[in-house]
C-alpha cells in the first residue's frame, strides 16, 4: 500500500491550498481516509476525516469552516480544500488509510503517507 501526498507549499496568512493524497494497493472506496498534521516540537493532530461512503465527514475544532476534505473513488485520491490559512495551520500534512474505523480522529491507522509541508506566512 503505498499513500502518496501532494500539494503542499508556502502560502500568506488568508491564502488557499488544496493537498491531494493519491493511494495505490488497496481498494480504495473501502477505506476510511483521513488527514492529520504535526507541527514542528508538537504531538500529531487530527484534521479531517471522511467514510469510505463519502457520505460522512469529521473536521477538527480548529479548521472546521475552512477546511473541507472529499474524496474521488474512481481516482483513489482523497483531498484536502484549505481556506482562510492561519500562520497555526502550519505543519507537515499526512493523509492515513484505514477499513472500517470506529473513532476516525484516533492517530491509529493502519496506513499512512509521507506527509506534505504547508507554511503559512503572516
Known amino acids: 500500500v503505498q499513500l502518496q501526498a501532494s500539494g503542499g507549499g508556502l502560502v500568506q496568512a488568508g491564502g488557499s491550498l488544496r493537498l491531494s493524497c493519491a493511494a495505490c494497493?488497496?481498494?480504495?472506496?473501502?477505506?476510511?481516509m483521513a488527514w492529520f498534521r504535526q507541527a514542528p516540537g508538537k504531538e500529531r493532530e487530527f484534521v479531517a476525516a471522511i467514510r469510505r461512503s463519502a457520505g460522512s465527514t469529521r473536521y477538527a475544532d480548529s479548521v472546521k469552516g475552512r477546511f473541507t476534505i472529499s474524496r474521488d473513488n474512481a481516482k483513489n485520491t482523497v483531498y484536502l480544500q484549505m481556506n482562510s490559512l492561519k500562520p497555526e495551520d502550519t505543519a507537515t500534512y499526512s493523509c492515513?488509510?484505514?477499513?472500517?474505523?470506529?473513532?476516525?480522529?484516533?492517530?491509529?491507522?493502519?496506513?499512512w503517507g509521507q506527509g506534505t509541508l504547508v507554511t503559512v506566512s503572516s
Open positions: 494497493g488497496l481498494t480504495f472506496s473501502s477505506y476510511d
Open positions: 492515513a488509510a484505514d477499513l472500517s474505523r470506529v473513532v476516525v480522529t484516533s492517530a491509529t491507522y493502519r496506513y
